[in-house]
Nanobody, 123 residues
Framework: QVRLRESGGGSVQAGGSLRLSCAAS????????SAWFRQAPGKPREGVAG???????SYLDSVKGRFTISQDNAKNTLYLQMNSLKPEDTAMYYC?????????????????WGQGTQVTVSS
């Protein structure tokens, strides 16, 4: 059974930083796609950053240069380093993973999701 568990959310002031972590377990293949999504109240879920099976990385345009996605394969953990945070980054952040996806930033591609962690950025 695949399980994803996020941690690291919290409240920060604009300009601050947070690092999210997502521990994965249960995959039978060491190579899989994974991504971070976010959803603010009243808005659709959007892909923030993702890594495909070959290690190629994609970012949402609005976070490029501020957010960095990375993974520690030995620990089966996905990270999202978020710097220069803005109030518009406020949302529930979710990690997602699956063995194969066509587009790492499309939520409907993923079958496995974490429970989410809240990020709140105040101005």
């Amino acid at each position: 059974q695949v399980r994803l568990r996020e941690s690291g959310g919290g409240s920060v002031q604009a300009g601050g930083s947070l690092r999210l972590s997502c521990a994965a377990s249960g995959f039978t293949d060491s190579r899989y796609c994974s991504a971070w999504f976010r959803q603010a109240p009243g808005k659709p879920r959007e892909g923030v950053a993702g890594i495909d099976r070959d290690g190629s990385i994609s970012y949402l345009d609005s976070v490029k240069g501020r957010f960095t996605i990375s993974q520690d394969n030995a620990k089966n953990t996905l990270y999202l380093q978020m710097n220069s945070l803005k109030p518009e980054d406020t949302a529930m952040y979710y990690c997602a993973a699956d063995l194969w996806v066509d587009d790492v930033l499309l939520s409907h591609e993923y079958n496995y999701w974490g429970q989410g962690t809240q990020v709140t950025v105040s101005s």
